[in-house]
């Protein structure tokens, strides 16, 4: 199988010096972007929540799948390069390899997320203010997506 990366040869690339702004919280992009060079810091308010050099990393895949404002602040840690993909509904239909591997990157950040919050209820178990961890967890573990229309 060839590179992820291998799909986007004939997109534009943008370049972003660092500490530069590539998607702001709260705002929708509508574009997606994949990490060729460099390394991006992804932050929550003060708090850095992800730092990835890895090429083929998705930024900005959440917010266009569920239509909404970006989660994060996504920043370039040192000089970046990534690919811009417009119209991302419209590329994961057509192209499912890129479909697939943004599905796998949304399965693995979930599986952690569910790993952290079962390490985080072990370790508080009986502490009644972390109760709501067992709301979350069930609510990540069972939760069925909402009718989308067609």
């Known amino acids: 199988m060839s590179s992820i990366l291998d799909l986007f040869q004939d997109h534009a690339v943008r370049r972003f010096a660092p500490g530069?702004?590539?998607?702001?919280?709260?705002?929708k992009a509508g574009i997606l972007f994949v990490l060729l060079e460099g390394a991006i810091e992804?932050?929550?308010?003060?708090?850095?929540?992800?730092?990835?050099?890895?090429?083929g990393a998705v930024f900005g895949e959440i917010s266009a799948l569920l239509?909404?404002?970006?989660t994060a602040d996504v920043r370039a840690a040192?000089?970046?390069a990534l690919y811009v993909i417009?119209?991302?509904h419209k590329y994961l239909r057509e192209h499912p390899e890129f479909h697939l591997h943004v599905s796998e990157l949304l399965a693995r950040?979930?599986?952690?997320?569910v790993k952290y919050l079962t390490d985080v209820k072990q370790q508080y178990e009986g502490h009644d203010?972390?109760?709501m961890v067992d709301e979350v967890l069930e609510t990540l573990v069972h939760r069925q997506p909402r009718k989308r229309g067609v």
Do not use: M, Q, T, W
């Not at 530069?20 to 705002?27: S, T």
């Not at 992804?42 to 090429?55: L, N």
């Not at 950040?109 to 997320?113: I, N, V």
């Open 67 to 70: 239509n909404s404002g970006h």
């Open 129 to 131: 203010h972390l109760g």
């Open 42 to 55: 992804v932050r929550k308010g003060s708090v850095v929540v992800d730092f990835v050099r890895e090429p």
């Open 86 to 88: 417009e119209e991302p």
């Open 78 to 80: 040192e000089a970046s």
């Open 109 to 113: 950040r979930l599986s952690a997320l």
């Open 20 to 27: 530069e702004l590539i998607l702001e919280g709260g705002k």
